[in-house]
C-alpha cells in the first residue's frame, strides 16, 4: 500500500479506513471492532478516520475499547478525528440547534474527549469539521496551533473547506494545514473544476476525500450506464465496480486518499484491490464523461 505524506511529521495510507458508520454494526465488541483494524492492517491500510460526532458522538470509544483490549493496536495505525459540529444527541443533547463551534474552548474540550475516549494521548491528525461562518480565525489558529505544540495532535487539517476559508485560517496559524478532507466520487466531482483540488495542488497538499462511491448511490442502480462501465472495466482487472470507481480517484495526480467505510470483514478484506487497478486516460474520461451525463466540451 502506497503511503502519502503530508508533512514531516506524518504519513497516511494511501486508502483510508472510515468509521462513521462504526456504531450502526450489530456487533460492537472490542474483538469485533479489532478484527476490522487487523483487516485493514493486512492490506497495508493503517490509517482510521474518525469524528467525535461519528455514531452520535459513540464511535471513538468502541474505538477505544478495541485499542484498550489490544495493547500494541494503537501504534501500529493513524487516528484521524474532527471536532466543530454540535448536534443535540449525545454528550450535546442540551443544545437547542445544531451548530458549529470553532472556539478555542470547543476544541479543547473536544480533543481532551477525543483522547479519553480513544484512550490514547495523542491523535495523529485533527480536522475542523465544517466551515464556521462565525470562525475567528485568530482564536481557531491559535488553539489548533497550541495543540499541535504540545503533543496533543501531530498535525492539523480542515474538512469540507473552499480554498477562501482555508487560505483564511491558514494565515493566522504558525502550523501547515494539511490537508483538506472533501466530498469527492464520480457522483460529486466538482471539485475538479471549481478550483478545490487545483488549490489543493498548487501547494502540494494532499486531499483526503470523504463518500468516493457517492454513499452507495454509485453500486445502486440508480445510474446504469456509470455503473455497467464499472462493471465491465472492474471485470477486465478482476476487481469489484467499486474499487475501479475508487481508483479513479487515485489516478488524479492531486494524491488523493479515499475513505473508504463499510462494517462488513470480507468488504474491508477488499479495500486495497483499488490500489491495482491503473487507469488508462481515455478509460478516466469515459468514467467521467459518463458522470457528467455528456461529453467534455
Known amino acids: 500500500m502506497e503511503r502519502i505524506s503530508l508533512s514531516p511529521e506524518l504519513e497516511l495510507s494511501r486508502i483510508v479506513y472510515g468509521m462513521w458508520r462504526l456504531a450502526d454494526d450489530t456487533d460492537l465488541s472490542p474483538a469485533h471492532v479489532q478484527a476490522k483494524v487487523e483487516a485493514c492492517l493486512e492490506q497495508g491500510i493503517t490509517t482510521m478516520d474518525q469524528a467525535d460526532i461519528y455514531g452520535g458522538y459513540r464511535a471513538e470509544a468502541i474505538l477505544g475499547a478495541a485499542l484498550k483490549s489490544a495493547p500494541g493496536l494503537r501504534d501500529r495505525i493513524e487516528i484521524v478525528s474532527k471536532c466543530g459540529i454540535v448536534a443535540?444527541?449525545?454528550?450535546?443533547?442540551?443544545?437547542?440547534?445544531?451548530?458549529?463551534?470553532?472556539?478555542?474552548?470547543?476544541?479543547?474540550?473536544?480533543?481532551?474527549?477525543?483522547?479519553?475516549?480513544?484512550?490514547t494521548d495523542y491523535l495523529d491528525l485533527l480536522l475542523i469539521h465544517r466551515p464556521d461562518p462565525l470562525l475567528d480565525p485568530d482564536e481557531t489558529g491559535a488553539a489548533l496551533d497550541a495543540l499541535v505544540q504540545s503533543g496533543?495532535?501531530?498535525?492539523?487539517?480542515?474538512?469540507?473547506?473552499?480554498?477562501?476559508?482555508?487560505?483564511?485560517?491558514?494565515?493566522?496559524?504558525?502550523?501547515?494545514?494539511?490537508?483538506?478532507?472533501?466530498?469527492?466520487?464520480?457522483?460529486?466531482?466538482?471539485?475538479?473544476?471549481?478550483?478545490?483540488?487545483?488549490?489543493?495542488q498548487e501547494r502540494v497538499i494532499p486531499p483526503m476525500g470523504w463518500s468516493p462511491l457517492g454513499g452507495g448511490a454509485?453500486?445502486?442502480?440508480?445510474?446504469?450506464?456509470?455503473?455497467?462501465?464499472?462493471?465491465?472495466?472492474?471485470?477486465?482487472?478482476?476487481?469489484?465496480?467499486?474499487?475501479?470507481?475508487?481508483?479513479?480517484?487515485?489516478?488524479?495526480?492531486?494524491?488523493?486518499?479515499?475513505?473508504?467505510?463499510?462494517?462488513?470483514?470480507?468488504?474491508?478484506?477488499?479495500?486495497?484491490?483499488?490500489?491495482?487497478?491503473?487507469?488508462?486516460?481515455?478509460?478516466?474520461?469515459?468514467?467521467?464523461?459518463?458522470?457528467?451525463?455528456?461529453?467534455?466540451?
Open 152 to 200: 496533543k495532535v501531530r498535525a492539523v487539517g480542515v474538512s469540507n473547506f473552499r480554498p477562501w476559508d482555508f487560505s483564511l485560517l491558514q494565515s493566522s496559524m504558525e502550523s501547515t494545514l494539511v490537508t483538506n478532507q472533501i466530498e469527492i466520487s464520480l457522483l460529486a466531482a466538482t471539485a475538479f473544476t471549481d478550483g478545490d483540488l487545483a488549490f489543493l
Open 218 to 297: 454509485l453500486l445502486s442502480g440508480r445510474h446504469p450506464e456509470l455503473l455497467a462501465a464499472l462493471q465491465r472495466i472492474g471485470a477486465e482487472h478482476g476487481v469489484e465496480p467499486g474499487a475501479v470507481a475508487v481508483a479513479w480517484l487515485l489516478r488524479h495526480p492531486a494524491k488523493i486518499l479515499p475513505i473508504l467505510g463499510t462494517n462488513d470483514l470480507q468488504r474491508i478484506r477488499s479495500l486495497a484491490a483499488a490500489s491495482e487497478v491503473v487507469l488508462d486516460r481515455q478509460t478516466w474520461f469515459e468514467l467521467y464523461t459518463l458522470a457528467l451525463g455528456q461529453e467534455v466540451a
Open 88 to 119: 443535540p444527541f449525545g454528550r450535546h443533547s442540551t443544545v437547542r440547534i445544531k451548530h458549529y463551534d470553532t472556539s478555542a474552548d470547543h476544541i479543547h474540550t473536544s480533543v481532551e474527549t477525543s483522547l479519553r475516549d480513544l484512550g
